[in-house]
């Protein structure tokens, strides 16, 4: 891959490599990079900041290590998909905001159908029914970078909400969204001067309102 840009900066590693992966539209696990500064300057506006050069944009390290319980979650999964008559596997991936899992296999397209439900269903119940054993972290199930892109999606959707909100003064109101979905609303807009999310409604399934601040 022909790397137009190769510095990103962010206030750890992680948000640095993530700016380069939405960059370059591609898995954080596949970029190959190196720390090369990190601004610990005590007054600085810029102190913490971290900055990492991106080397190379190809396959991930095979022989990360799994996490405690990664190997049951897998089996466990598997032996779901293979009764449910799927032809997938899951594997794990790596270790982020949750335990990820890739699933890959001839059916790979019946996950993505309907915006991801049944990769959301999988993923819930393996959260309700593998809830220990994990470090505290959630699983996550991704699918041919499904939640990758939809993540940018969303996060595109709040900008555009915040803008909405601050031109019209009214209030947005998104459709409802999973825990996860209504999470990147939050975080995207979490820093906003201007406006303000919250969580509206009972149950899995909840709406988000984007609203402006009140004036002190």
């Not at 190997?71 to 466990?76: F, H, L, M, R």
Request: aromatic share 8%.
């Amino acid at each position: 891959m022909n790397l137009s840009k190769t510095l990103f900066s962010g206030k750890d590693i992680e948000e640095a490599l993530e700016k380069a992966s939405l960059y370059y539209n591609v898995n954080p696990e596949l970029i190959h990079y190196t720390v090369i500064s990190t601004d610990n300057s005590l007054f600085s506006p810029l102190a913490g900041e971290v900055t990492i050069r991106i080397d190379a944009i190809g396959k991930g390290n095979k022989n990360k290590k799994k996490p405690e319980g990664a190997t049951k979650v897998e089996s466990v999964l598997n032996d779901w998909f293979k009764k449910a008559g799927l032809d997938v596997i899951a594997f794990f991936s790596r270790v982020k905001d949750g335990i990820e899992f890739e699933i890959k296999g001839e059916d790979e397209e019946l996950f993505l159908e309907e915006n991801g439900a049944l990769l959301d269903a999988f993923q819930h119940l393996a959260n309700k029914a593998l809830s220990r054993g994990n470090n505290g972290k959630p699983v996550v199930l991704e699918c041919r970078s499904f939640r990758f892109n939809r993540i940018k999606e969303l996060r595109e959707m709040a900008r555009k909400a915040a803008e909405k909100v601050k031109n019209l003064g009214k209030p947005y109101i998104f459709s409802p969204m999973n825990p996860a979905e209504r999470r990147q609303i939050h975080i995207t807009l979490k820093d906003d001067k201007f406006v303000a999310t919250e969580s509206l409604g009972n149950g899995f399934l909840k709406k988000v309102k984007v609203y402006l601040k009140k004036k002190r």
